[in-house]
DNA sequence: CAGAGTACTTTGTAACACAAAGTTATCTAA
DNA sequence: TTAGATAACTTTGTGTTACAAAGTACTCTG
């Protein structure tokens, strides 16, 4: 396979993933039902993704209690950041032929 | 599943018929040998997500014989240049949040 | 300890992606 | 007229992925 699709990250191919990590770019930090209730998915669905991506050291988490609830808290890291925004500029690369 | 996803259009979601529509948008006619090197995929790959397109009507082509080889040249139809456009458009809002 | 809520994990299934090999069609050259 | 070349598929088989639904674990409150 060329360059010209090899540059895009096959880990943000997907809808969900993608709708993650746009989310936690722009929000910094979201929780579990944040990002369900975001995006529409169901648990294990949203779970399995957020996986991969904290598998690919996209995404980190903390948990804590809030208000005596479970709590936790997804941030994307800094690899995620670069990997995400090099997709994206493949993708305009892409585009503009 | 909410809005900001789906209106990321399910057929542009693949990296290979992301890399098609694209091609197809900026040089207007491509033959599939010109996509084939162009994406670096195999024949039988390329024809399957070709098909998929054209199911959809956002590919069309023309079948001819050009120095005496079979020549195939595809196109992108309007159905084929709004979706893509709006997909991309979709793109850009979940982006800007 | 029961019940509620969050955040998972497991399970099962259907869809998808892909390579490799096989097929069809139309030409040229002998 | 038939063998060979090339393009453009189609078929087949296999491994991967996406997803919903159901089940589980944890930690709180009353």
Same mark, same amino acid.
């Given at each position: 396979?060329?360059?010209?699709?090899? #540059?895009?990250?096959?880990?943000?191919?997907?809808? !969900?993933?993608? /709708?993650?990590?746009? %989310? =936690?770019? !722009?929000?910094?930090?979201?929780?579990?039902? #944040?990002? @369900?209730?975001? =995006? /529409?998915? $169901?648990?294990?669905?949203?779970?399995? &993704?957020? @996986?991969?991506?904290?598998?690919?050291?996209?995404?980190?988490?903390?948990?804590?209690?809030? #208000? *005596?609830?479970?709590? $936790?808290?997804? *941030? !994307?890291?800094?690899?995620?950041? @670069?990997?995400?925004?090099? &997709?994206?500029? %493949?993708?305009?690369?892409?585009?503009?032929?």
């Amino acid at each position: 396979m060329k360059d010209i699709l090899k #540059d895009l990250n096959k880990a943000f191919e997907n809808r !969900v993933r993608l /709708g993650i990590m746009s %989310a =936690l770019i !722009v929000n910094e930090a979201l929780t579990f039902n #944040d990002l @369900k209730s975001l =995006l /529409g998915v $169901t648990d294990g669905n949203l779970a399995s &993704h957020i @996986k991969s991506l904290e598998k690919s050291k996209y995404v980190s988490y903390i948990k804590s209690f809030i #208000d *005596r609830k479970p709590n $936790t808290e997804y *941030r !994307v890291t800094e690899l995620g950041k @670069k990997a995400f925004e090099s &997709h994206l500029s %493949a993708i305009e690369r892409l585009l503009k032929g």
